[in-house]
């Protein structure tokens, strides 16, 4: 989402303040098992596409594959994981494809004024975090005049919107949401879900398709207008992650996509890479008389409607434990036993950083200068981290070490501090060395 544009006696104390985040992940990647190579090596399906991977980047994913993969001479049985396939989960949004494809939905919804008045005309039932500066400015610029809300024609309304959803602030400079937990909640992703409100997933697929064939079809680099500015217009598959997602199916992996945008739009776009709607995981609406609501549906130990979890940092984590290896309760948001785990994941941004940590084999990174992901990466203290620029318009070298030992880690309550490792200990500031030219 634009907003995506947006862990000695001291580190003992705080190792304890932190210690539900320091257990999980030193359970993460203290249980994983040594793995050997089976007699399939070298007989999987391959990977086809070279150019734009780092390094020996494509080699470790190819013996990953060979190793794992249930091809070859028949495969391995999956004696180590119970006869279950391999799992490898990819967040969606600039890791397999370029670009936001929340945004491109939002930004066709309001080209097209397909936004609803919100119930009673009161825009704090959008979103229970949305603040009273927001809802106020929200109102003031988008007032009920019929069933949607004429976005398309009225610029005012459009930008306060997109300004909202993008920037989490108001065109006044107010912010926009406040009170939740900022390890498994982003407000700003989630209201992009919560403002499909009366419409049925049929119905948004539709728009998301829409908005994909349009994204699809600008060039590259093309921007669009929406109120009175202008926003990310175009939109590219990866090539390189087509290719990967292709082989590791037919090496007898389970793909599964985990996406902070909403489940109905990842399922439109991960269809075009063989990724079917059982294997989509996105952020997902209560519904109720065949029409979506402004409700989330929960994970774990948050019931359906408290809207406080979505698929963001630690919500990840909680709904691949639920939804693909059928964790129940509050169990799902912890890290489970490395048999029921997945054996590769991919991802770009600071959101992926829990579900990425729980891969048990490998963890593909793509370099968007994101703070924690890149400290974690960097350190890469098990040696299976691979950083990869991005395919398309990679990032340059960041001037600067990212700030691992001070304000690369965000807590709970939103505050900065530092990157730690499963012991507690620190990570250093870490010098970007994996980026375009």
Not at 179 to 199: F, I, K, N, V
Not at 416 to 425: E, I, L, M, N, Y
Request: hydrophobic letters at 35%; glycine letters at 10%.
């Amino acid at each position: 989402m634009n907003l995506k544009r947006r862990c000695a006696a001291a580190a003992a104390v705080l190792a304890v303040a932190t210690t539900g985040l320091i257990t999980v992940q030193a359970t993460a990647e203290a249980t994983q098992p040594p793995r050997t190579a089976r007699s399939t090596a070298g007989k999987c399906p391959t990977l086809t596409v070279s150019p734009g991977w780092y390094g020996d980047n494509r080699a470790r994913l190819q013996k990953m594959i060979d190793t794992y993969g249930r091809c070859g001479d028949g495969g391995h049985k999956g004696a180590d994981r119970g006869g279950a396939k391999p799992v490898a989960t990819f967040d969606w949004d600039n890791t397999v494809i370029k670009n936001d494809v929340g945004d491109a939905t939002m930004f066709w919804l309001l080209r097209n004024s397909k936004i609803r008045t919100p119930k009673n005309a009161d825009w704090h039932t959008t979103s229970r975090y949305l603040t009273d500066p927001a809802a106020k400015a929200l109102a003031k610029a988008c007032p009920a005049t019929g069933a949607t809300l004429p976005t398309r024609r009225d610029t005012g309304c459009a930008d306060e919107i997109a300004a909202v959803y993008s920037e989490g602030a108001t065109t006044g400079g107010n912010a926009a949401f406040a009170g939740y937990d900022h390890r498994r909640m982003e407000p700003q992703y989630a209201w992009l879900a919560q403002l499909t409100r009366g419409w049925s997933t049929h119905q948004v697929k539709d728009f998301a398709a829409a908005a994909r064939k349009q994204n699809l079809a600008a060039p590259v680099g093309t921007e669009q207008r929406v109120g009175t500015g202008d926003f990310t217009g175009w939109a590219r598959y990866y090539d390189q992650q087509r290719d990967l997602i292709r082989t590791l199916k037919k090496a007898g992996f389970d793909v599964y996509v985990v996406s902070a945008s909403p489940e109905p739009v990842a399922e439109v776009w991960a269809k075009s890479v063989g990724v079917d709607a059982r294997h989509t995981i996105g952020i997902r609406n209560v519904t109720a008389h065949g029409k979506l609501t402004a409700r989330l549906a929960g994970c774990g130990s948050v019931k359906d409607g408290d809207d406080s979890m979505i698929t963001y940092i630690d919500g990840k984590r909680c709904w691949i434990n639920q939804e693909i290896y059928g964790v129940k309760g509050a169990a799902a948001e912890k890290v489970q036993p490395a048999h029921r785990r997945q054996v590769f994941a991919a991802g770009d941004s600071d959101t992926d950083i829990s579900f990425l940590r729980d891969a048990t084999a490998l963890r593909l990174v793509l370099n968007r200068n994101k703070n924690e992901l890149m400290c974690r990466a960097y350190d890469n203290g098990d040696g299976r981290w691979l950083v990869n620029p991005m395919f398309i318009e990679p990032k340059g070298k960041l001037a600067k070490p990212y700030p691992c030992a001070s304000t690369g880690y965000t807590e709970r309550d939103g505050e900065a501090g530092p990157v730690r490792r499963a012991d507690g200990s620190v990570i250093p500031d870490q010098k970007d060395t994996v980026h375009g030219s």
